[in-house]
């Protein structure tokens, strides 16, 4: 069931995974006005589990999310589903006029509401390499954190198609998991030195020519196959995606994406506390942390709204002394 968007938030939450959910749940349990506006494109959706959270482990994305909107629910969180356009500055003062600033949030389909903070857990979108096989087996049998997938392959033939300044890394980290782990160079040249000795100490094969195809039979995967025909068979292919933050919308506020430092991607930065340059607004999750697992981006999300909930405290408790001061100020003489 879609919530109804009122016309005022203490908070507008943008975006529905674990760092939106667990931000709205701490907000409410603040007794703050929020809702939470998902677009409903969950990173994890093809995931059949969620893995390295305690006390859910295994669970599967979709009843973590069921679960978490309840529990927003229960403590009067509002849940709508909709795709913000646009956010913008307000100065309309919607609670009383000693608050006057905050933003306006449009969805696409025409609605709107006014909030005094705002927290932007959009996630991010997975940009994958355009072979055959890597998207239509992504979040199964093609991965890519060896934490949220590496038990589940554990000791099987693993392939690492490199896509990046990361895919060394990865390939020694999924070693850990299997000591069967095959290096794609792919188009991107081949290990330098230093990490051509490194592949080669943990027993790393490295396999040059570009890759074509992710082969597979009955939704499982069964090899890489190169440009010159050769098939190398593998049950489990690792990719790391380049990562941009959904923030489109944040335009309208000056807040764009800054490249991230790791090469990964793209992020909206922010301070230890999810604040961003803009006043006013935090992010949590991977939209700003692009590889936050789970459990991670929650803690985030949760840490973000109580900094959000104190903010307002202060704020709040600045009007308050203000307006005792004018009451106590000794009226003027004549």
Known sequence: MTDQLNDNYDVIVIG??????????????????????????????????????????????????????AEVRGYGGHIVTGAVATVTPD???PHDAESPTGFTVTLADGRGAH??????????VDELPDIPGVREHWGRGVLHCPYCHGWEVRDQPIGVLATGPMSVHQALLFRQWSDDVTYFAHTLPEPNAEQAERLA????????????????????????????????ERHAVAVA??????????????????PHPSGMGEHIPTDVTGRT??????????????????????AAGANAAAQINADLVTE????????RRTAEAPAPTV
Do not use: C, K, Y
Request: glycine share 14%; aromatic share 2%.
């Open 277 to 298: 340059t803009v006043p006013g607004v935090w992010a949590a999750g991977n939209v700003t942390d692009l590889s936050a697992q789970v459990g991670p981006a929650a």
């Open 316 to 323: 709040e408790t600045d009007h308050a002394v203000a307006r």
């Open 201 to 232: 100490a943990r027993d790393i094969r490295v396999v040059s020519g570009e890759v074509t195809h992710v082969t597979a039979e009955s939704e499982r995967v069964t090899g890489v196959r190169l440009a010159d025909g050769t098939l190398v």
């Open 91 to 93: 100065t309309r003062g």
């Open 16 to 69: 529905g995974g674990a760092a939106g959910l667990n931000g709205a749940l701490m907000l409410g349990r603040a007794r703050r006005s929020a809702v939470v506006i998902d677009a409903g494109f969950p990173r994890n959706e093809p995931a059949a589990g969620v893995h390295g959270l305690l006390g859910r482990e295994g669970v599967s994305p979709t009843a973590l999310l069921e679960r978490g909107r």
């Open 115 to 124: 909030a005094r903070r705002i927290l932007v857990t959009s996630g991010l």
């Open 241 to 258: 995606p380049r990562m941009v933050a959904r923030t489109d919308f944040l335009a309208g506020i000056g807040l764009s994406p800054e």
